[in-house]
């Protein structure tokens, strides 16, 4: 298949960019990469995306489709020959899904409430994270059955919505001197997150903790001003 | 074997809405159990523990919770029978996204009108419009989202329509006359018996809704 057949649109700080990345990756399909320039939004994104006008969008041929997990759901069912990332099991998907958009929409969430908190606010938020994390430490034990990961021996659905925000995740333990996963809370992550990252789909987009500490420092200073393209 | 299927719901819930008219397309026979939501029942505890909220539809005993992921998962089981989601992939990433579109913006905005007075009202409204256009620009000439047929995406917004009367009252103002393509496609979608039949009267929300005002001091 020609390289650019398949573009992303993107930034390499998002995590809801990496998880097409990812999951391109694991169908070894070819991409081009197309990094949008930090503060401001392409006249391509612009077209890709008007309702939203938000990154990632996969651009396939001449079709634009976006919301992440939508488009890590259509990866699956285009590229067939590949590994699945969708377990087979109606109610196995239906659990992944859940899970996932408990990330998406509760868990994470917090992690960003936890970003600019202070005092009470921001222990509110911490208990939020850390109770979070108790409840997918729960879910990865039902999931992975006991093997490396949610989606069983290989990444999955779930490890690719949860897995990308670990880089976040050890930003925000530098950043607030915290130990979020933690071997005697949640064992079963912390060996997780190292399999994740350490996975060859995931570590060639997976960000540096060093790289994203000093950007999430530019995007400190830019939520100051006005609020900077994410999601 | 018999599928033992249970749907705890609560009856002006335009998220239950989308499941029982699921099961309705699909012909499928269920247990219906009705939610106090002040006071909600050990089984809804039980079956859903982190968000605690209606629908949560329960299959031989295993519970599936929030509404497009149950109705996904209906689709997939009974996949015979009146396939709810379309076939080709990029149809139903494209399905997907305006459904999801749906659940990120329509609750939200109805909200900020009917739970609200005043200059925020008025906000909420101009915001209703707003999103509105936006829904009648993508449904466009087609008689459903779905094409020629009801699917996915109408599903997750018809039960919406059951809310407009009160919307409309509270917020002063005409639906079809800002967006007529989208009354015309709600009459199109209720000559369906599956949805007719679901979908509450519209007066009788409206007086769940007053009492709901009256609950939270707006009254």
Known sequence: ?231 | MADEVVLLDFWPSMFGMRVRIALAEKGIKYEYKEEDLRNKSPLLLEMSPIHKKIPVFIHNGKPVCESLIIVQYIDDVWKDKCPLLPTDPYQRAHSRFWADFVDKKVYEVSRKVWATNGEEKKAGKKEFIEIFKILEGELGDKPYYGGETFGFVDLSLIPFYSWFYAIETLGEFNLEAECPKIVAWAKRCLQKETVAKTLPDQKKVYEFVGQMRKRFGLE
């Open chain 1, 1 to 231: 298949m020609a390289k650019n057949d398949v573009k992303v649109l993107g930034a390499w700080p998002s995590p809801y960019v990496m998880r097409p990345r990812i999951a391109l990756n694991i169908k070894s399909v070819n991409y081009e990469f197309l990094e949008e320039t930090f503060g401001s939004k392409s006249e391509l994104l612009l077209q890709s995306n008007p309702v939203h006008k938000k990154i990632p969008v996969l651009i396939h041929g001449d079709k634009p489709i976006c919301e992440s997990m939508i488009i890590v759901e259509y990866i699956d069912e285009v590229w067939t020959s590949g590994p699945s990332i969708l377990p087979s099991d109606p109610y196995d998907r239906a659990i992944q899904r859940f899970w996932a958009a408990y990330v998406d929409e509760k868990w994470f969430a917090a992690m960003r409430g936890l970003r600019s908190a202070q005092g009470e606010e921001r222990k509110a938020f911490l208990d939020q994270v850390t109770e979070g994390l108790a409840l997918l430490e729960e879910a990865f034990g039902k999931c992975s059955k006991g093997k490396a990961f949610f989606g069983g021996d290989r990444i999955g659905l779930l490890d690719i919505a949860f897995g990308s925000f670990l880089g976040w995740l050890k930003v925000t333990e530098k950043v607030n001197g915290v130990k979020l996963l933690d071997e005697a809370k949640t064992p079963g992550l912390v060996k997780w997150a190292e399999r994740f990252c350490a996975d060859a789909a995931v570590k060639s987009v997976m960000p540096e903790t060093e790289k994203l500490l000093e950007f999430s420092k530019v995007l400190a200073a830019k939520m100051k001003g006005a609020p900077p393209p994410k999601n």
